[in-house]
Structure formats: C-alpha cells, structure tokens
C-alpha cells in the first residue's frame, strides 16, 4: 500500500511538473504577458476604446486557459495581489447601461478607487468616488475569494457620506450603489434574492487589475502607488 501511494504522489507531482513545463503552458503565460502590457498602455487613455475592449476580452479567455493549467496557483497569484487601492480606468458598464445609452461605456471619467486588503480576517473591500483627494462617498464591507472559480464577493455594510458613516443593510447598499454609478442593478437583484454582488476576477499584478462584474461589464484598474 505504501509502495502504490508513493508511485501516485510521484505520478501526480510528476503531471503537475510537466503542466509547468509544457509548451502550451509557456504560450499561454506569453500571451497573457502581451495582453497586460497591451493594457497598461491604455492608462493614458490615449487607445481606441474597442481595441482595448478586443484586449481585456483576450486576456479574460487566456487567464481561463491558464486556470485549467495550472490550477488554483493562478487565482492565488490574483489574489495576493489585489492588496492595495486601485483607480477605476475603463470599464464597458452593464449591458443594461449599455442598452440605455446607445453605446459601450469605456474610458470612466470619474476618480473612483477600490482598496483591497486580502492580508487580514477578514478580507475588507472598499469603493468611492472622488473629488480630488476627497471621498464623496466610499462604501465599506468585507470580501471573499473562491480560488477554484476566481470569483469574489462581496458586503459593503458601512457607507460614508462626505465623512459621516452610515450603517448599511447589504440590500441598502447595493441599491445606493446603483444610483450612484459604483454598483450595478444586478446587485440589487443578488441582494433581494439573499446572495452577494460579485466579481470574476481576471488578473491583478503590480500595475493593473482586469475582472468581470456580475452585470455581465468588463473593467480594467491600475494600481495606485
């Protein structure tokens, strides 16, 4: 029995080291690299809108791909970089907001700013909108993050409104969050239904963040240092 648990230690590992080392793995990681750099160009704004839309659906469908190679390692990369505060650069709204307005949303012109910090129990979540270096309202709740699917969700249960704090009910938040452009109407839903709003996160390094939000948008952030 022990000899035959060995040999299966040794065939898993062995699989899991020729994964590592496959060429598809090694294009994969190239590909998403190309992609990333291809984004971070679009942080000046300067890039036509729908190309950066190609390259954020590009990058969305590789991360999957290497998901299934190399398994949870890949959402725990993201996970462990999300840590810190991130501006809100282009985002394609919810396909209700595209519906509403004749055309994809990209580039947002508003200051807003998540924050993330995965490094405590719990993990705790933040979003505001800005004028300049002033929060005019910031959200403020917990997160968690399932590895296997990469998928975050979250409770906002605090709001601050130009400073003072409000104690929130999760269906309160979203609602706010809605109106206000932070949040999407399929919060709302999730919340009537008892479930959380949430994010199937892309990718997340030292210089941005890419992630799928439950209205169906697309969104890239760069990271704030």
Not at 34 to 43: A, M, P, R
Not at 91 to 111: A, V
Request: charged share 25%.
């Amino acid at each position: 029995m022990k000899k035959l648990l060995n040999l299966l230690l040794f065939l898993v590992s062995g699989t899991q080291l020729l994964n590592a080392f496959s060429p598809h793995s090694h294009a994969v990681t190239y590909k998403t690299r190309s992609c990333t750099n291809q984004l971070f160009q679009t942080i000046t704004k300067s890039e036509d809108p729908e190309e950066v839309l190609v390259a954020l659906q590009d990058l969305e469908k590789l991360m999957r791909q290497k998901r299934k190679v190399e398994g949870v390692d890949v959402a725990k990369e993201v996970l462990d970089g999300l840590t810190g505060e991130w501006r809100l650069i282009f985002t394609t709204g919810t396909k209700k907001t595209q519906d509403r307005f004749k055309t994809k949303i990209n580039y947002f012109p508003l200051k807003a700013i998540q924050a993330f910090d995965a490094t405590k129990e719990p993990m705790s979540i933040e979003n505001a909108i800005y004028a300049g270096d002033f929060a005019l309202i910031k959200f403020m709740g917990n997160f968690t993050f399932d590895l296997k699917k990469s998928k975050l969700e979250f409770v906002f249960d605090r709001v601050a409104i130009f400073g003072f704090t409000i104690n929130l009910k999760t269906d309160e938040a979203a609602k706010i969050g809605a109106s206000t452009g932070l949040g999407s109407e399929s919060n709302v839903k999730n919340a009537e239904k008892g479930n959380n709003a949430f994010f199937n996160w892309i990718s997340a390094d030292d210089d941005i963040a890419t992630a799928r939000g439950g209205g169906g948008g697309i969104a890239l952030w760069q990271k704030i240092k």
